[in-house]
């Protein structure tokens, strides 16, 4: 009989990209738009993968992708999180943000394994500091009454939530495919790497 999968897979493109100025998820670093490049890769590891957005985004998808709409509007990361918790509630969530244009396979490969060796949630830390990177994390099922508590408290910065949680931190073993793009100057220095390698 085979396995039932106990993950599933969700790329958070649902953000206003307010300090690079345009969609981030629609930048395209490789061959296709950036929430599509990660869907694809999280679907190449065999995971039932949707790409979490906001009401504002429902134009001109591409229909051979799964989306799920937040239902919780401006609560951030947070909303898209819990949007589908809420409709996997008996399955880990692998959550990536579309803004990692160097992440690969390998980092979360390795992030699932730790995090169900350990049976615990994991997010891995930044490279320059002792802060989460929430939006690069494994969340098992019982964190989804802590999300639950945090959007009900208004509680939103991802942060405080895993802080209070004491999620385990996973330290990257390549820093440079954690490199994020927030800002026009983000993605230019990234584009560069990208170019180089």
């Known amino acids: 009989m085979p ?5 599933y897979a969700l790329v958070l493109a649902g953000g206003k990209s307010k300090r690079m100025g345009k ?6 670093y490789h061959q296709k738009e950036q929430m599509y490049e990660v869907a694809d890769m999280l679907m190449s590891m065999g995971l039932n993968t949707s790409i979490s957005l906001n009401k504002t985004q429902q134009n001109d998808l591409n229909p051979n992708y799964s989306y799920i709409i937040d239902a919780y509007e401006d609560k ?8 589908a918790m809420e409709l996997h509630p008996n399955k880990s969530l692998l959550v990536v943000g579309c803004d990692y244009p160097m992440l690969q396979r390998w980092d979360l490969n390795h992030l699932i394994f730790e995090s169900e060796k350990n ?3 994991m997010a891995y830390q930044a490279p320059d ?11 098992t099922i019982d964190m989804l009454q802590g999300f639950k508590q945090a959007l009900v408290s208004n509680q939103l910065k991802l942060q405080t939530i895993l802080g209070n949680a004491k999620v385990h931190k996973l330290k990257p073993l390549n820093s440079i495919r954690f490199a994020t793009a927030n800002t026009p100057e983000e993605e230019k220095e990234i584009r560069k790497e990208i170019d180089h390698e």
């Open 3 to 7: 396995k039932i999968p106990t993950v």
């Open 76 to 83: 951030g990361a947070l909303g898209g999180i819990l949007t």
């Open 129 to 139: 500091s002792l802060l989460y990177l929430p939006t690069v994390a494994y969340y």
């Open 23 to 28: 969609d981030k998820s629609r930048i395209i």
């Open 119 to 121: 049976k615990r949630s």
